[in-house]
Structures are given as structure tokens and as C-alpha cells.
């Protein structure tokens, strides 16, 4: 399975600021995806992102909160943007298996927002 | 109607029984089925796929699949403290190509 490095780990971050998320992955990719991870839930898919392309977002999250970069096939940001209480979450970054999308997480990166 | 359903415990077992960990799932399409390990504070770890109705063992560890039935299980033999965690089972949907987690069942093993 691929290794994911996925940085910073936890931040503590204002409300109205926005904070980037990186994730690199020791090999190329074709799919990149970012979850989020409520207190005491599971996860939920934000979006899928693609090389060349823009990412697609799952119902419920948009660009404009949760903008997207893939410039390459190791590497991924997830910014999130005008940040509230509400967005604290730990947010994790997965890579696929291959054909039966399988997917291998990050360390992830916890995020506070006071 | 959830995706994926999880009874989210605490199922509390003795050391050295056996743990069994239930999931249905509401897409009948779905063709793949993984378990994830998320040990408190950590991401989560895959253990165990499988993709075919029947029985796919590893170890300890054995995952049922019942499509007919939409259910996917896990067991865990010989069951040790080290296994405390919290289980979530996932779901390739056929709609989309993506996977959905189950709530997560929160398994505590006491020595």
C-alpha cells in the first residue's frame, strides 16, 4: 500500500481564517480523496480529486468552503476556508487501492477552530 | 435509510472470545466491502476486503459477506486487549464509485 504523509497533524486555528492540508503520497495515484471526520462519527467523503481536473465535490460541501488543488499525481491540498467552530473535525486525506477503490488513509490532520 | 448501518456498541467481550461485528448495507449493486481498525486519535487502518458471498479468512480475522442478504460481518478470534477499537465497515457503492462508512461499532476486549 502506498505511504501517505499528510501535514500538520493538528493545528488550532481562529474562526474566519482558513487553513491548507497537504497530502503526498511516495507514489503516483489517479484518484485522491478527502474525508472528514466528525467527534465521535464516521467519515464522510468531501470530494475526489482528480489530476487535470477539477475536484468533485459530495452533496453537502462546495469549492468555494473546501477549495481543492491536485497539481500532480503525488500530491494534494484541502484548504479549509472561513473557518467556524463547526469545522472542527479531524480531516484525512486517502489514496485508492487500485481497481477495487480501497482506500488507504493519512495520518490525518485535527483541526480546531476556536 | 442509512447507506451503511452499524450498531455503534460497546460490544464488550472477555479475552480470548470471539468478537462479532455486523453491517448492512442498503445499495445492492455494491460489489466491494472492506473493514477498517481506528484505534482513539488515529486514522483508520484497513484489515480485512472482500468481495465474493462467503467466508474470507486473515489470522484472527474473518469477514463474511452475504449480498443476498446485504450483510457483511466480522469476526475476531481468540479476541485481545489490543483489539479495543473502534470497527468501521465500508462500502464501494455501485452509484458513483465511492465508498461509505458505516457509523463504527466501538469494540472493547477487558483481560
Known amino acids: 500500500s502506498a505511504v501517505i504523509s499528510q501535514k500538520p497533524s493538528r493545528d488550532i486555528c481562529q474562526r474566519g481564517t482558513s487553513l491548507t492540508i497537504q497530502c503526498q503520497v511516495d507514489?503516483?495515484?489517479?484518484?485522491m480523496f478527502w474525508y472528514r471526520q466528525q467527534p465521535g462519527q464516521s467519515l464522510t467523503l468531501i470530494a475526489t480529486?482528480?489530476?487535470?481536473?477539477?475536484?468533485?465535490?459530495e452533496s453537502g460541501f462546495v469549492i468555494d468552503k473546501f477549495p481543492i488543488s491536485r497539481p500532480n499525481l503525488t500530491f494534494s491540498t484541502l484548504t479549509v476556508s472561513n473557518m467556524s467552530p463547526e469545522d472542527s473535525s479531524i480531516y484525512l486525506c486517502?489514496?485508492?487501492?487500485?481497481?477495487?477503490?480501497?482506500?488507504?488513509f493519512g495520518q490525518g490532520t485535527r483541526l480546531t477552530v476556536v | 435509510q442509512k447507506e451503511v448501518e452499524q450498531n455503534s456498541g460497546p460490544l464488550s467481550v472477555p479475552e480470548g472470545a470471539i468478537a462479532s461485528l455486523n453491517c448492512t448495507y442498503s445499495?445492492?449493486?455494491?460489489?466491494?466491502f472492506f473493514w477498517y481498525r481506528q484505534y482513539s486519535g488515529k486514522s483508520p487502518e484497513l484489515i480485512m476486503s472482500?468481495?465474493?458471498?462467503g467466508d474470507k479468512e486473515d489470522g484472527r480475522f474473518t469477514a463474511q459477506l452475504n449480498k443476498a442478504s446485504q450483510y457483511v460481518s466480522l469476526l475476531i478470534r481468540d479476541s485481545q486487549p489490543s483489539d479495543s477499537a473502534t470497527y468501521l465497515c465500508?462500502?464501494?457503492?455501485?452509484?458513483?464509485?465511492?465508498?461509505?462508512f458505516g457509523a463504527g461499532t466501538i469494540l472493547r476486549v477487558k483481560s
Open positions: 486517502s489514496v485508492d487501492g487500485g481497481q477495487v477503490t480501497e482506500a488507504f
Open positions: 507514489s503516483q495515484v489517479t484518484m
Open positions: 480529486a482528480n489530476q487535470g481536473s477539477e475536484a468533485t465535490y
Open positions: 445499495d445492492r449493486g455494491s460489489q466491494s
Open positions: 472482500i468481495y465474493s458471498n
Open positions: 465500508a462500502v464501494n457503492m455501485e452509484y458513483g464509485n465511492k465508498l461509505v
